[in-house]
């Protein structure tokens, strides 16, 4: 492999498993701003060793133990932590972890990772900010885009976050019974925005991340078992197994989007359409909920042309009701144009796009270019696609909107 690819390697490696190896080093130094120091050290020791002697058969495993023991090397030296040394024991390079005390231990590094992120001495913005930079492995910028923010508030949001931990001497643990519901709002929110990243690219070459949902589903699963009694739990655990049901369907051979209106539904997950039915029935009436009911009409229609529109554009109402935001509006106006006709849907975009919430987002302009042109304005639309191809960091997105600008013009043609 040349010294580019080996780099390349290293990147995609730790871009997967970045979030295990500082969960990992956080057991051992208990402060996530230097246990990602520490992943990140590590990262370059990949960079600077692998070009001479090729890829490990375990990257994840070698970026892993690398950081690790850095970790208790760094320990080791500093007085200040010679009572969490002698707290992990000298066996803590070679034995893995000792088995739970009790169902109420649950051993997850990742999800104690994600409830010492999400601890209240942080507000959520900041809790959501850092557990999808240490958790996700996403970039600053993409996070700014989740959240629709600017990218250095984020970025204090982050540094500002670490601190107050390290100040707090937060403990790197799952918080127990009576801690649990004032906390996992904001572990589902970070949950949440965690797989919408893998379900659907910020930027980048690719439209889905799988490895991203694969890793919110594990934690809502494991979140699940947790707190079996907690509904809103079950309603996001519904929505996200409805959601990836749908992944192997939303890019075709070559990584291209394919649009839901297009997707063959066979290759639709069966298992975790039923898994999705499952939780939803443990589910309340909150907003997880009510959006994982969203999903199910689309997994139970057997064809597009089967989709319960009126009954979708009725959910979204009522997800308005419990978490008003323009994007869920934007969502109600697709729905309410499928139901009622495009003019019906461009009246509330039309309504969306005089405020500065969207102006920069991207799918504002890629739905009111798709309303036109089913109203036959198609210089109009055009316009809208190409507007909503710059606003996009993601490559087969972009793609898609410029294929959609062509087809357009074509037809004003």
Known sequence: ?????????????????????????TRVVRDVGIAEEIAQDALVAALEQWPRTGVPDRPGAWLTATARHRAIDLVRRKETYARKLAEVGRTL?????????????????LLRLIFTACHPVLSTQARIALTLRLLGGLTTEEIARAFLASEPAVAQRIVRAKRTLAKAGVPFEVPGATERPGRVSSVCEVIYLVFNEGYSATAGDDLVRPALCEDALRLVRVLEG????????????????????????????????VLLADQDRSRWNRVLIRRGIEALHRAGGGPYAVQAAIAACHA????????????????????????????????????????????????????LAE????????????????????????DEA????????????NAPERALLLAR????????Q
Do not use: C
Request: net charge negative; proline share 6%.
């Open 226 to 257: 947790l707190m079996p009694d907690e509904p809103e739990v079950h309603g996001l655990a519904a929505l996200l197994e409805f959601q990836a049901s749908r992944i192997a369907a939303r890019t075709n051979q070559d990584g291209e989007p």
């Open 1 to 25: 492999m040349t010294a580019a690819s080996v780099a390349e390697t290293v990147e995609a490696v730790f871009r997967i498993e970045s979030a295990r190896i500082i969960a990992s080093v």
């Open 300 to 351: 139970q229609a057997i064809r597009y042309e089967d989709t319960d529109w009126d009954a979708i554009a009725a959910l979204y109402g009522r997800l308005m009701t419990l978490t008003p935001s323009p994007v869920v509006e934007l969502n109600r106006a697709v729905a309410v144009s499928m139901a009622r006709g495009p003019d019906a849907g461009l009246e509330l975009v039309d309504a």
């Open 405 to 412: 600008a062509a087809r357009a013009d074509s037809r004003r």
């Open 93 to 109: 390079e070679d034995a893995p972890p000792a088995e739970p005390a009790d169902v109420d231990d649950i051993d997850d590094d």
């Open 355 to 378: 405020g500065p919430d969207l102006k920069d987002y991207h799918l504002l302009p890629s739905v009111r270019g798709d309303l036109l042109e089913r109203l036959g304005r198609t």
């Open 382 to 393: 055009r316009a809208e696609f190409e507007r909503a191809a710059s606003l996009t960091r």
